[in-house]
């Protein structure tokens, strides 16, 4: 019976991790035509790329479409991050700065307008951005620590 309890116990424990890994990386087919993909540069807290790629049904990339992405946690309270590009990389990529401001759960809404006038919208979930710091601006942090020590050091020298 033990056995049993923990087998499940553990069944259940996978389910749960592999669930909060999900969304970082996602494509979806909507029904306006296009295949929208998302991809981001970081899932932690902090400033990274939105890497949208827009492709019509036939999987050609479209490069003459403005892009709009709003961010939006899954609890109520925080501002929406927005951002929005019109520059493709000629591969139908467009390339959109955005900062995660805070950890937790959020999904992203990206709207596409061709030229044509024709809409497309898909909303991408990305769970369990993380609220750690990247390395680099662990680094950027203890240089700065290291420097605030020494102005103080050499403000009680003189």
Same mark, same amino acid.
């Given at each position: 019976m033990m056995k049993k309890i923990y087998l #499940?116990? $553990?069944? #259940? &424990?996978c389910a749960f991790l592999l669930a909060a890994c999900g969304g970082r990386? +996602? $494509? @979806? +087919? !909507?029904?306006?035509? #296009?295949?929208?993909q998302i991809d981001a540069g970081s899932t932690s807290v902090g400033t990274t790329d939105l890497m949208i790629t827009v492709k019509d049904t036939d999987?050609?990339? &479209? @490069? =003459?479409?403005?892009?709009?992405i709003k961010g939006d946690m899954s609890h109520a309270g925080m501002?929406?991050? #927005?951002? *929005?590009?019109? $520059?493709? @990389?000629? *591969?139908? /990529?467009? /390339? &959109?700065?955005? *900062?995660?401001? /805070? $950890? !937790? %759960?959020?999904f992203v809404t990206v709207n596409v307008t061709l030229a044509d006038g024709t809409v497309g919208s898909e909303r991408f979930d990305f769970n369990g951005i993380s609220g750690e710091m990247s390395d680099m *601006? %662990?680094? =950027?942090?203890? %240089?700065?620590e290291m420097n605030? !020590? %020494?102005m103080e050091m050499e403000e009680a020298t003189e």
């Open positions: #499940l116990s $553990a069944c #259940l &424990i990386n +996602s $494509a @979806n +087919s !909507g029904s306006s035509g #296009l295949d929208i999987g050609n990339p &479209i @490069n =003459d479409a403005t892009v709009d501002q929406p991050v #927005l951002g *929005e590009s019109s $520059a493709s @990389n000629g *591969e139908g /990529m467009y /390339m &959109i700065p955005y *900062e995660w401001t /805070m $950890a !937790g %759960d959020w *601006e %662990d680094m =950027d942090m203890e %240089d700065s605030h !020590g %020494d």
